[in-house]
């Protein structure tokens, strides 16, 4: 049973992973709502209830009651079979990290992360040696190596480049992380994720700072990728789309998809639409797609007043960690820089929200580490 504990965690964002390429997403339903199954069960596990547990990850059972008051009482008129398997899925998510965490918070901060950012880095090198016959240097088309769309793959390598790049900043480089980290920075670009690409600047800021060596490297990478690689007839889409941007003439692209959220906010403002929904109404005409927004997301879901809440909550976790680094000296890596991303990156993509989504459940992850580092270095100590 200890075993299962210790490991239960990375057996799931594993699952996660595999669910995200073309590869295996049809076989891991199964696999997930077993992995839920023994998260649900391990609410029954004592060490769970514990005052040193609920110290820990307080802010996962408020979360968890945010989304309980919603599906049974607010959004009630709401309630049905998707909203109740959401429900479970998210709070046995919370019990699988909890749980785990628990059990073996070192192998997570230290060689789980690590081993996993090598098994994601193997998912994209395969997909980039075999890519199915997707053009990869023709400046236009979004390439997916493999994964089930572009935004996947992006989301993917920011994970992998973080986890890669916090491991080694203050060590020598070992030369296959080095390689599998080059890979997730050309994937990212491949992949035409604007947003992905811009994260991976802030992570490389936030480890490097801006020293002269820094602004020389990103110096001799953009002149590379936006200067050299297009005169000789290798253009990469990301950096095109970069440039588009730049210029104006792409823009945010997110126009309708906006406009239909905030249609739906405007007609529910205090109670949401329920926690799985699909646009409505003068919305659906609009758009049927999801506004690429996971603020404004949080409040068509939910009601703006529960939104605001459950980012209340969300913030203070990394504000507590942040505002003490220094009088604990507590580490700023991986986790604490992808949770403060991640933030970043919910104003262009639905980060919140999902449930079987790696970028989202390695999110609540890195909360989790940093509230459990906060409270042991405060509490347990």
């Known amino acids: 049973m200890n075993l299962i504990t210790k490991y239960l965690l990375f057996a799931f964002l594993i699952e996660n992973l595999c669910t995200q390429t073309i590869l295996f997403y049809r076989y891991t339903t199964p696999l997930f709502y077993a992995l839920l199954a023994v998260g649900l069960l391990s609410m029954f596990m004592s060490k769970n209830w514990t005052p040193v547990s609920r110290g820990r990850f307080g802010w996962m059972f408020a979360l968890s009651f945010i989304y309980v008051f919603h599906c049974f009482i607010i959004g009630l008129e709401f309630l049905d079979r998707e909203n109740i398997i959401y429900l479970v899925a998210k709070v046995a998510t919370f019990f699988i990290i ?3 965490l628990n059990s073996n918070l070192e192998f997570y901060e230290k060689k789980g992360i690590y081993l996993y950012a090598i098994i994601s880095g193997l998912f994209i090198t395969q997909g980039l040696v075999l890519p199915g016959g997707e053009i990869v240097f023709d400046g236009e088309a979004r390439s997916a190596f493999g994964f089930v769309n572009s935004n996947a793959l992006g989301g993917i390598a920011t994970i992998i480049f973080g986890i890669l790049l916090c491991e080694f900043r203050r060590k020598k ?29 802030l992570m490389f800021l936030s480890q490097y700072k801006l020293s002269f060596k820094t602004v020389s490297i990103i110096a001799a990478i953009v002149i590379v990728f936006w200067g050299f690689l297009p005169n000789v007839g290798i253009e990469v889409t990301g950096i095109n789309r970069m440039k588009a941007t730049i210029s104006g003439e792409l823009g945010n692209n997110r ?50 007043p529960l939104a605001i809440i459950w980012f209340l909550i969300v913030a203070s976790v990394l504000v507590k960690y942040l505002s003490n680094i220094r009088r604990y000296h507590l580490p700023f890596d991986f986790f604490c820089v992808y949770a403060v991303c991640t933030l970043f990156k919910g104003c262009f993509e639905a980060m919140f929200a999902g449930a079987h989504e790696i970028q989202t459940n390695m999110f609540f992850v890195s909360l989790a580490v940093l509230s459990m580092r906060l409270y042991n270095v405060k509490v347990c100590k």
């Open 98 to 100: 909890s749980t785990s």
């Open 255 to 304: 126009g309708a998809e906006v406009e239909a959220a905030e249609w739906m906010i405007q007609e529910r403002p205090l109670t949401g639409w329920g926690l799985i929904t699909e646009n409505q109404g003068r919305a659906a005409q609009i758009t049927m797609m999801s506004s690429h927004n996971s603020y404004l997301d949080l409040a068509k879901t939910m009601g703006i």
């Open 173 to 201: 480089w070992n030369k296959w992380a080095l390689l599998i980290c080059c890979i997730a920075v050309f994937a990212a670009l491949a992949s035409g994720s604007r947003s992905s690409i811009i994260v991976m600047i």
